[in-house]
Nanobody, 124 residues
Framework: QVQLVESGGGLVQAGGSLRLSCAAS????????MGWFRQAPGKEREVVAA????????YYTDSVKGRFTISRDDAENTVYLQMNSLAPEDTARYYC?????????????????WGQGTQVTVSS
């Protein structure tokens, strides 16, 4: 089992920045690919960014490319999502997820463990 706890969400004005953190415990963190997903009210959950086991490969959905950066610190068992130039359409609950296997994946069904999420609200 892997337990994931997100933090760092909050209320920010458009154009501002937030850094989300996801602390993992339970199994060897470095064996897992990691992802950030988000779900806005009335919408389906969507992938935001993903990273492979070593950090050498990443994926970003088109709407966040150039604004968000995913990274991981295996010594701290933590994955981060740095979010810059935030816009109201980024408002959502953000979830961290872990997948067995070391590859990067954008597919929700590939992920085995999920956190409870952290709310990000961007005001215009």
């Amino acid at each position: 089992q892997v337990q994931l706890v997100e933090s760092g969400g909050g209320l920010v004005q458009a154009g501002g920045s937030l850094r989300l953190s996801c602390a993992a415990s339970g199994r060897t963190f470095s064996n897992y690919g990691m992802g950030w997903f988000r779900q806005a009210p009335g919408k389906e959950r969507e992938v935001v960014a993903a990273i492979n086991w070593s950090g050498s490969s990443t994926y970003y959905t088109d709407s966040v490319k150039g604004r968000f950066t995913i990274s991981r610190d295996d010594a701290e068992n933590t994955v981060y999502l740095q979010m810059n130039s935030l816009a109201p359409e980024d408002t959502a609950r953000y979830y961290c997820a872990a997948k067995r296997g070391t590859a990067v994946s954008r597919r929700e069904e590939d992920y085995n463990y999920w956190g409870q999420g952290t709310q990000v609200t961007v005001s215009s």
